[in-house]
């Protein structure tokens, strides 16, 4: 079996391709990723001998690159990571995100359609959905909850979706669809809300949290995802949607108060800024189809899944430090107005 994983020298892609390898050691895996400045060729260090791995660097949008790829590789399974992937970035330049997340989304599936393939799978995510109630503790998105998009990065993700599923119905491309919550865990890119609040701590730096930090989101340790996606490429249903999420909802304030907490630090870091527009309120996923047809359960709890990702980021500074130390100072001096 050979598999492509787009972007995965990112956050959940480089874990899914350490997922793969370990288990299924036979199965030959390409990485094909533009490294933006969310993709680290260092995250996937640890593979860059293994025989089954190859990495390429490439842009999805890049047509005849992909066209020359497929017809040489001939993958059985793509599973498409590469996205823009950051809600404050899409706010501020939302044409990259249509670029990379819907046009990159059409070029990898005309090449399956060229080449013949046998699943796309794409890595959606719960954004789609749009937000929830705060006071409704009792509503959940399911498979059937309409589409109906807050931010540009989630219009993009929601518009690939649909694309998916009209290259399903058109020309019978076997796709599935697997749509998650807020992942954490090891290689989570600086500027995503755990590991900023982490670093910032570890620096005795404010911790800034988007307004009141009532927003609740549903946290998922990110191997408990990647599980989710093999079990989808290889069992799940052609044409499919599965919702991915592990009933672990969160406010804002309630992960940073833990991390505080975890590291020793005092909460008086906290600090809080102007909220994110059109900021969604809660996010919270039912998993039951995934769980009904395919088994799968979310297996780290996240009292357990915090701690690993905290000692993570504390054992692999220099992962981090070599990102922060770049580009990645002017976004953060322009988002929250200090370094
Ligand atoms: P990330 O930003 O950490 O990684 C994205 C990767 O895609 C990077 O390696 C980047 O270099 C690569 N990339 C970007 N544009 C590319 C292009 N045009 N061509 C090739 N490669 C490109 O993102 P992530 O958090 O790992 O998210 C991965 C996927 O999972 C995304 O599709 C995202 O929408 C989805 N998702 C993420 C979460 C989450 O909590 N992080 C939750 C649900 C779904």
Known sequence: MKIIVTGGAGFIGSNFVFHMLKE??????ICLDKLTYAG????????????????????????????????????DIVVNFAAESHVDRSIENPEIFLQTNIIGTAT????????????????????VYGDLPLDRPDLFFTENTPIHTSSPYSSSKAGA????????RTYGLPVTISRCSNNYGPYHFPEKLIPLMIINALHDKPLPVYGEGKNVRDWLYVEDHCKAIDLIIHKGKVGEVYNVGGHNEKTNIEIV?????????????????????????????DPTKIHNELGWLPETKFEDGIKKTIQWYLDNKEWWENIISGDYQNYYQEMYGHR
């Open 24 to 29: 299924h050691p036979d199965y030959d895996i």
């Open 40 to 75: 680290n060729l260092s995250t996937l260090a640890s593979v860059t001998d293994n025989p089954h791995f190859k990495f390429v660097k490439l842009d999805i949008c890049d047509r005849e690159g992909v066209y020359k790829l497929f017809e040489e590789e001939h993958p």
């Open 108 to 127: 990898l599936m005309d090449a399956c359609r060229k080449y013949g393939i046998k699943r796309y799978h794409q890595v959606s995510t719960d954004e």
């Open 161 to 168: 979706d649909l694309l998916v599923l009209a290259y399903h």
């Open 257 to 285: 108060k833990i991390i505080c907490k975890e590291l020793g630090k005092p909460e008086s870091l906290i600090t809080h800024v102007e909220d994110r527009k059109g900021h969604d309120m809660r996010y919270a996923i």
